[in-house]
Structure formats: structure tokens, C-alpha cells
């Protein structure tokens, strides 16, 4: 069954169900807390740089978990992702970095005219 729930200032609440998610769907150990690093990076991202406000769908498939962050409103595309490490001197900018580093699929498209961040962690690393 996917988990869907809002993305608020509570982001301890959105880690607890993600994680309850994630053991439920095979993860556990380093894995699964790769996914919550992940994903707590793109509903902060929200919080500080967006709407403040979003929904999360996570979805089990048969390599590993699928979540879908859709803000309404929101700025975020494809050429907001880096390419590659970010310099040396860079002190901000971190966020969509280590998502690309610890998921296996980053993607950025506008269904219905909203960005929405598509991830995808394997249950294997």
C-alpha cells in the first residue's frame, strides 16, 4: 500500500513515516536511512527555498521504493540538479547533491504544470 502524507514543518513526523514505510517494504539498516537523509534534504529544500508546502507519494515496486515530492507552486526543474560535485568552496547547495549521491534514479518534471522530484532507491546496494 503507498504511503501519502503532506509535507510540513514536522519533518521528524515525515521521517518516522517514511522509515515505517521503508522497514515495511524490505529496507532496513544503511539503506533505509539513505532514503530518509534523501528525502528529508528535498521536503527541507521545500520548506526553505519553496512553497513550504508539498505531498509525498512513496510506492514499493519490485527493486526498491519510488517517492514522488509534488509542490504545488514551486520552481524546482531539471537544470536545478547538478551535474556534478559541487566546488570546493560552495558552503550551501548540498541538498539536491546528496540526493543524486544516495538514490539510484533523480528525476524533475511538471505533471499538471507542478515540479515534482521523482527518486528511486533500490533495495540493494
Known amino acids: 500500500m503507498p504511503l501519502r502524507c503532506a509535507i510540513t514543518a514536522d ?3 515525515l521521517r518516522s513515516r517514511l522509515h515505517a514505510f ?8 544503511e539503506r533505509a536511512n539513505d532514503l530518509i ?6 521536503a ?3 520548506l526553505e527555498h519553496g512553497t513550504g508546502a508539498g505531498v509525498l507519494t512513496a510506492r514499493r515496486d519490485a527493486h ?12 524546482l526543474t531539471a537544470d536545478h540538479l547538478p551535474p556534478s560535485d559541487p566546488p570546493a ?10 540526493i543524486r549521491r544516495l538514490c539510484d534514479v533523480v ?4 505533471p499538471d504544470g507542478h515540479p515534482r522530484l521523482r527518486v528511486h ?3 540493494t546496494t
Do not use: C, Q, Y
Open 64 to 75: 526498491g521504493i519510488w517517492v514522488e515530492i509534488v509542490e504545488p507552486g514551486g520552481t
Open 37 to 42: 537523509i534523501a528525502i528529508n534534504e528535498a
Open 11 to 13: 519533518l521528524s513526523l
Open 22 to 29: 521503508a522497514l515495511s517494504s524490505g529496507f532496513s539498516g
Open 121 to 123: 532507491m533500490s533495495d
Open 89 to 98: 568552496s560552495a558552503v550551501r547547495g548540498f541538498g539536491l547533491w546528496i
Open 44 to 46: 527541507a529544500n521545500i
Open 107 to 110: 528525476t524533475v518534471d511538471h
